[in-house]
């Protein structure tokens, strides 16, 4: 159930704005803080449709479809602002200072193992939030793509993002 995520978007959001490890005027920051505060958001207007869809409250149709697209609202800006700030990470890490000396070098190569591993971790969430961004924008009417692309998008993207959870389970 998700009833409790938009909670932990909010812990998340607050966490992020107080992280010592992220620099106090950053894209870093504000994105971290508005991708989770838009999860949040889309969670919790979520949670009123499907309370809308089992009964469990009871709207009005027109009621319920603008609930249903303010929650698609902040979905679709979540994806589009955890996109913006994975860019700017990866525009960041990009600007790397050069090599000084052969110490330096292998400190450098090291380093940059370690960024490439980080680099094909961002492309592919990026990938991921590509292919997801659709879902929300055909529901907003922005793009009109039918509900066998809408589904296969799904499947995809879920698959996609059990393979990275399954990874960082291994790895972790």
């Known amino acids: 159930m998700r009833l409790g995520k938009p909670l932990e978007h909010l812990q998340a959001a607050l966490k992020a704005s107080q992280s010592i490890a992220l620099p106090q005027q950053s894209a ?3 994105t971290a803080v508005a991708r ?8 919790a207007f979520d949670s009123i449709v499907w309370a809308n869809t089992i009964k469990f409250v009871n709207l009005v149709p027109t009621k319920a479809e603008k609930v249903l697209k303010i929650s698609l ?3 679709l800006v979540g ?3 955890g996109q913006a700030g994975r860019l700017a990470n990866e525009a ?3 600007k790397t200072p050069g090599e000084k000396s052969v110490g330096d070098r292998v400190e450098n190569d090291t380093r940059l193992k370690a960024l490439e591993r980080e680099r094909a971790a961002v492309r592919y969430q990026l990938l991921l939030d590509v292919l997801d961004m659709w879902i929300p924008a055909t529901g907003l009417g922005i793009v009109n793509f039918n ?9 995809v993207t879920s698959i996609m993002a059990f393979k990275s959870q399954w990874n960082s389970i291994q790895m972790g």
């Open 28 to 30: 870093e920051r504000y």
């Open 36 to 43: 989770h505060l838009c999860y949040a958001g889309y969670l």
């Open 73 to 75: 609202r902040f979905w």
């Open 79 to 81: 994806i589009m602002v």
């Open 92 to 94: 960041k890490r990009l």
């Open 147 to 155: 509900d066998g692309i809408i589904g296969l998008l799904g499947v």
